[in-house]
């Protein structure tokens, strides 16, 4: 475009609070290194001992080896791993840190791929699997959270060995919600108490476990089952009661094992699947086992390996727990107690489905892959994308259908509330139901800034436009950055008298791509495009037209978002607008295209 660019400072890359310095690991750094930008360390621990409170670690992309962070100070510190990262190992004894992005590869070794002693820890958007005789994830200390986790390939040869995806031992206000287990051995997800620990641990209690999917566990050889997907042992010295437990939302696959005989303050509501029913728990709106009147009973509750029970799940086979047109989940959960979104970030209605999904919501992911021959006749670690969402999952962040019939707020559907305001645009019939049409003069709705909108290592952007003019730059979607002068992303109809185009900054200027074809005038289109780190691409009508090669992190800003205009350079669309969304993480052109689809 014929603009005048001002390189934005190198530090905008990766921003953090006023009061907060950036680290940075990279592979080929030293730990001799201050862990600058220019000079990165090689290791965890070293960024994490030359941080203090509030700072960030950015994690450069690569392979590295065991990592771990010492037990002894509390502070405050995120760890950001870009698209691309792995570690072999990863023991943390910090507290009160954060792992985000981190896929963890054992690549089939006989040790824990994540353990961790440390309190108040997050380990989110990543993946834990590979790994064989032993536990994926062992995790003890208090308030842990898992969130948007693929735990997946952990493999047991040897009959004396208990291993599970994650077995947490003494974990109070332990959280794993947003997460799927696929091939786990033994179980799935195992709770226990430490009998042999002196002193003994106090019970606990105060755990939620929500929005997950808990496919059947396996056992010894390829193609068989165990038990159950998820067992809650023991919780206390003398075995422990269910103390303020929270299952939510959950579909699993097999049964499940609650050991415990007794709860107080705990609730099961909005399940899918089979578990017997324990004195004290409030039961509520669940699918399969009827424990309350509230309950739907379906038999069988629980698949086994010859036969599916039938909830209608799209393919089971594939580990897709998705549900299809008939289930009994469609509308079943409680319509007062649910989460906000479901297991791939899509916001539930007021009637929600009962499990981890909703129905409609996104087409079924393939079937995860289970590696291959490897050197050495060892089987390959798992590379490819997981049945549901991966480490650089989609989250929707903002929904805007333009519904209203009169007003100049544009309400967010996303559950984010973050509402626009209408400047001049004119209310229309849209595309589904009504729209917003735009003079190509001055009209644009603005939405103020709110941290959902940085989308610093992935995103989606999706519109319908209906143009009457493609001449000049017609934006559509434009996240403003004011201090590069141009934006952190975008999305036109038009481009400097050229076709539809995206634009994503990455460094201190930004990348332009753009269609072959114009768009045509006075028709609804489809637009849309993605970036997942490594890709940019453009689609129409849900095809992908374009596409390019890019990597490194969107800059945030605190400017606002704009539609049909912006605050930068003007670039005013002519025509309507209808069913702008905008989500964290790179969707596929099959999700696209059920978007396209689907209403807001």
Same mark, same amino acid.
């Given at each position: 475009?014929?603009?005048?660019?001002?390189?934005?400072?190198?530090?905008?890359?990766?921003?953090?609070?006023?009061?907060?310095?950036?680290?940075?690991?990279?592979?080929?750094?030293?730990?001799?290194?201050?862990?600058?930008?220019?000079?990165?360390?090689?290791?965890?621990?070293?960024?994490?001992?030359?941080?203090?409170?509030?700072?960030?670690?950015?994690?450069?992309?690569?392979?590295?080896?065991?990592?771990?962070?010492?037990?002894?100070?509390?502070?405050? $510190?995120?760890?950001?791993?870009?698209?691309?990262?792995?570690?072999?190992?990863?023991?943390?004894?910090?507290?009160?840190?954060?792992?985000?992005?981190?896929?963890?590869?054992?690549?089939?070794?006989?040790?824990?791929?994540?353990?961790?002693?440390?309190?108040?820890?997050?380990?989110?958007?990543?993946?834990?699997?590979?790994?064989?005789?032993?536990?994926?994830?062992?995790?003890?200390?208090?308030?842990?959270?898992?969130?948007?986790?693929?735990?997946?390939?952990?493999?047991?040869?040897?009959?004396?060995?208990?291993?599970?995806?994650?077995?947490?031992?003494?974990?109070?206000?332990?959280? $794993?919600?947003?997460?799927?287990?696929?091939?786990?051995?033994?179980?799935?997800?195992?709770?226990?108490?430490?009998?042999?620990?002196?002193?003994?641990?106090?019970?606990?209690?105060?755990?939620?476990?929500?929005? *997950?999917?808990?496919?059947?566990?396996?056992?010894?050889?390829?193609?068989?089952?165990?038990?159950?997907?998820?067992?809650?042992?023991?919780?206390?010295?003398?075995?422990?009661?269910?103390?303020?437990?929270?299952?939510?939302?959950?579909?699993?696959?097999?049964?499940?094992?609650?050991?415990?005989?007794?709860?107080?303050?705990?609730?099961?509501?909005?399940?899918?699947?089979?578990?017997?029913?324990?004195?004290?728990?409030?039961?509520?709106? *669940?699918?399969?086992?009827?424990?309350?009147?509230?309950?739907?009973?379906?038999?069988?509750?629980?698949?086994?390996?010859?036969?599916?029970?039938?909830?209608?799940?799209?393919?089971?086979?594939?580990?897709?727990?998705?549900?299809?047109?008939?289930?009994?989940?469609?509308?079943?959960?409680?319509?007062?107690?649910?989460?906000?979104?479901?297991?791939?970030?899509?916001?539930?209605?007021?009637?929600?489905?009962?499990?981890?999904?909703?129905?409609?919501?996104?087409?079924?992911?393939?079937?995860?892959?289970?590696?291959?021959?490897?050197?050495?006749?060892?089987?390959?670690?798992?590379?490819?994308?997981?049945?549901?969402?991966?480490?650089?999952?989609?989250?929707? $962040?903002?929904?805007?259908?333009?519904?209203?019939?009169?007003?100049?707020?544009?309400?967010?559907?996303?559950?984010?509330?973050?509402?626009?305001?209408?400047?001049?645009?004119?209310?229309?019939?849209?595309?589904?139901?009504?729209?917003?049409?735009?003079?190509?003069?001055?009209?644009?709705?603005?939405?103020?800034?709110?941290?959902?909108?940085?989308?610093?290592?992935?995103?989606?952007?999706?519109?319908?436009?209906?143009?009457?003019? $493609?001449?000049?730059?017609?934006?559509?979607?434009?996240?403003?950055?004011?201090?590069?002068?141009?934006?952190?992303?975008?999305?036109?109809?038009?481009? *400097?008298?050229?076709?539809?185009?995206?634009?994503?900054? #990455?460094?201190?200027?930004? #990348?332009?791509?753009?269609?072959?074809?114009?768009?045509?005038?006075?028709?609804?289109?489809?637009?849309? #495009?993605?970036?997942?780190?490594?890709?940019?691409?453009?689609?129409?009508?849900?095809?992908?037209?374009?596409?390019?090669?890019?990597?490194?992190?969107?800059? #945030?800003?605190?400017?606002?978002?704009?539609?049909?205009?912006?605050?930068?350079?003007?670039?005013?669309?002519?025509?309507?607008?209808?069913?702008?969304?905008?989500?964290?993480?790179?969707?596929?052109?099959?999700?696209?295209?059920?978007?396209?689809?689907?209403?807001?």
């Amino acid at each position: 475009m014929h603009r005048i660019l001002i390189a934005a400072a190198a530090s905008l890359l990766f921003a953090a609070p006023a009061s907060a310095a950036t680290r940075y690991v990279s592979p080929s750094g030293s730990d001799g290194a201050p862990c600058s930008q220019a000079a990165p360390c090689a290791s965890l621990a070293r960024a994490y001992g030359m941080s203090a409170a509030g700072d960030v670690v950015q994690v450069a992309a690569g392979a590295y080896g065991e990592q771990a962070l010492p037990s002894g100070s509390a502070k405050a $510190v995120a760890f950001v791993a870009a698209p691309g990262t792995k570690l072999r190992q990863l023991s943390n004894d910090a507290s009160n840190v954060s792992f985000d992005g981190f896929e963890l590869d054992g690549q089939f070794a006989k040790a824990p791929t994540f353990g961790n002693n440390g309190n108040s820890v997050t380990f989110k958007n990543g993946r834990i699997g590979n790994v064989t005789d032993e536990k994926g994830a062992l995790v003890s200390g208090s308030n842990f959270t898992f969130d948007n986790v693929v735990f997946h390939d952990i493999r047991v040869t040897d009959s004396a060995v208990h291993n599970e995806c994650v077995y947490a031992i003494s974990v109070p206000g332990f959280s $794993v919600r947003n997460s799927s287990f696929y091939e786990c051995a033994t179980m799935d997800l195992f709770f226990t108490f430490g009998h042999w620990w002196n002193p003994k641990p106090p019970a606990y209690g105060n755990v939620t476990i929500e929005n *997950n999917v808990f496919s059947h566990s396996t056992n010894i050889g390829a193609g068989t089952w165990h038990y159950y997907g998820l067992y809650v042992g023991d919780t206390g010295p003398d075995g422990g009661t269910l103390q303020n437990w929270v299952v939510r939302n959950n579909t699993f696959e097999t049964p499940v094992n609650v050991s415990r005989t007794s709860s107080s303050g705990s609730r099961w509501v909005g399940n899918v699947g089979s578990w017997g029913c324990v004195s004290g728990v409030t039961y509520r709106f *669940n699918v399969g086992s009827k424990c309350a009147a509230q309950d739907k009973q379906v038999s069988p509750a629980a698949s086994t390996k010859t036969s599916t029970a039938p909830y209608s799940w799209r393919n089971p086979a594939a580990y897709d727990f998705r549900l299809n047109s008939g289930s009994p989940a469609i509308g079943a959960a409680d319509p007062g107690d649910f989460p906000a979104r479901d297991r791939d970030g899509n916001v539930r209605d007021g009637a929600p489905d009962a499990g981890a999904y909703e129905f409609g919501a996104g087409p079924g992911g393939g079937p995860p892959s289970t590696g291959g021959e490897g050197a050495g006749g060892q089987d390959a670690p798992t590379d490819a994308a997981p049945p549901a969402r991966s480490a650089t999952s989609t989250r929707l $962040v903002g929904a805007w259908g333009f519904g209203e019939r009169r007003g100049r707020t544009v309400r967010d559907s996303a559950g984010s509330r973050q509402d626009g305001r209408v400047s001049g645009a004119r209310r229309v019939a849209g595309r589904f139901g009504r729209g917003l049409a735009f003079d190509g003069v001055d009209d644009q709705v603005r939405v103020r800034d709110a941290t959902e909108l940085d989308l610093s290592t992935g995103m989606t952007i999706e519109a319908w436009v209906y143009p009457t003019s $493609v001449k000049g730059s017609r934006s559509v979607v434009f996240k403003e950055h004011r201090a590069a002068r141009h934006q952190t992303y975008s999305l036109y109809a038009a481009n *400097n008298g050229r076709p539809a185009a995206s634009e994503v900054a #990455t460094d201190p200027s930004y #990348t332009t791509l753009s269609a072959a074809r114009a768009l045509p005038l006075r028709r609804w289109t489809h637009l849309a #495009t993605t970036y997942d780190g490594t890709t940019l691409r453009l689609f129409q009508n849900g095809r992908e037209v374009a596409r390019q090669a890019l990597g490194g992190r969107i800059p #945030t800003s605190d400017d606002q978002l704009a539609f049909g205009g912006n605050g930068v350079w003007g670039e005013w669309f002519k025509g309507r607008l209808d069913e702008i969304r905008i989500w964290d993480g790179a969707r596929t052109a099959a999700q696209i295209r059920a978007d396209s689809r689907r209403r807001i």
